[in-house]
């Protein structure tokens, strides 16, 4: 009996300390806010990655992943909380986020100060990752966005004259806005960039812009903003005449874009990370078990979210270890085929992938095309 008593405890004990060895995934995105729905994708690709690495029997020791999620609200201050909290106050060994380069940019320093490595899944300013060495992420960058969005614009809709409109006191529109003036600039001339106008954050009337920037005829009006912003912005071009395409960034990627432009949005193009119609095995497999857990089609916020925390859990596993600095150097020499496509890192900490363009068509997203870096 004593025996038994001891060999009952031994295994509690035992069980206890397995337990207690969960890994901590600290999870960042912006649940509600501005963009809301983007935190919601985000969540819910994460969610799926970390139970399939549970059900796989964990990263390693047999050690599982208990996702640790906060709300960033689409907000840099909120961002810096939530981030100090994960680290502080809950300990996390990593983290995957968030969303918004501009609270991305706010977060990054303090992983970056704590030596907690961090992988956004969807912040493309360039500005991120140059943060430090335990920054990575896992889309491509702006500056590779830009030129897409300005070569389609060029080269396939054969647009002479170009505008852009843009928020600026959001980093990834502003800087987004320059990197297609850059490359359109330098295919179609010098002053083919008719207007390039600024809106301050929060705007929901942008029709003194709107007017300067139609008064210079451009065959093509780029909006690198984020969905809800698009909506309304698509609305009030279409009422002020305007009737040619818009093309804009990875911003656009909402189901609630249609809901708030309707058919103003209609003609436009966009660049992104993923498409859903994509024929990959890997895609097909992923689209099928995040339709059966959340009843919803995946965007690209989910694809690339599941594939940050696949990317951020190979290197932990790889690592064997949860020490900052071997996690790391793991990430460092990451080589893992995602949904979002093959990831490896260049010097940067930015992965080299190709973009997709999508049309909006019928009120749905249209795939295009693929190009590739
Ligand atoms: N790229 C955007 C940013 O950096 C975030 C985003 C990514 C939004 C993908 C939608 C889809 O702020």
């Given at each position: 009996m004593k025996r038994f008593v001891l060999v009952l405890l031994l295994v509690i004990a035992a069980t206890s300390l397995i337990a207690a060895q969960d890994i901590k995934l600290g999870g960042v995105g912006p649940?509600?806010?501005?963009?809301?729905t983007f935190g919601v994708s985000t969540k819910n690709g994460m969610t799926l990655a970390v139970e399939e690495w549970n059900a796989k029997g964990?990263?390693?020791?047999g050690r599982k992943v208990k996702l640790i999620f906060e709300d960033d609200k689409g907000d840099p201050a909120e961002g810096a909380t939530v981030y100090t909290k994960l680290i502080q106050?809950?300990?996390?060994?990593a983290i995957v986020g968030t969303v918004m380069s501009k609270v991305t940019l706010a977060g990054a320093p303090i992983a970056q100060a704590a030596g907690i490595p961090m992988i956004s899944p969807?912040?493309?300013?360039?500005k991120v990752t140059l943060v430090g060495d335990y920054i990575y992420r896992a889309c491509f960058i702006d500056p590779f966005q830009g030129t897409v969005g300005a070569n389609f614009a060029f080269?396939?809709?054969?647009?002479?004259k170009a505008a852009a409109l843009f928020d600026i006191g959001n980093d990834y529109t502003k800087g987004l806005a320059e990197n297609f003036k850059l490359t359109f600039e330098k295919l179609a001339?010098?002053?083919?960039?008719v207007a390039f106008e600024g809106h301050p954050s929060?705007?929901?009337?942008?029709k003194a812009q709107l007017t300067k920037i139609l008064a210079g005829k451009p065959d093509v009006l780029y909006v690198p903003d984020y969905y809800n912003d698009v909506g309304l912005i698509a609305k009030q071009a279409r009422e002020l005449g305007f009737k040619g395409p818009m093309v804009g960034g990875?911003?656009?990627?909402?189901?609630d874009l249609v809901k708030i432009g309707g058919t103003a949005v209609e003609n436009g193009f966009f660049t992104n990370h993923?498409?859903?119609?994509?024929?990959?095995a890997i895609v097909k497999e992923f689209v099928k078990k995040y339709q059966a857990k959340f009843g919803a089609e995946p965007d690209a916020l989910a694809a690339l979210a599941y594939d940050a925390t696949y990317i951020m859990l190979d290197a932990i596993k790889r690592a064997g270890s949860t020490k900052g600095s071997a996690i790391r150097d793991a990430l460092k020499v990451t080589k893992l085929d995602v949904v979002s496509g093959k990831v490896t890192f260049d010097a940067n900490r930015n992965p080299i992938k190709a973009a997709v363009i999508i049309e909006i068509k019928g009120g749905k997203q249209v795939y295009k095309t693929t190009v590739n870096p």
């Open positions: 649940v509600t806010g501005e963009a809301a964990g990263v390693f020791g106050q809950d300990q996390v060994t969807t912040s493309t300013n360039e080269k396939d809709l054969k647009a002479k001339g010098k002053n083919s960039v929060g705007a929901t009337d942008f990875d911003g656009w990627d909402s189901p993923y498409s859903s119609a994509d024929s990959r």
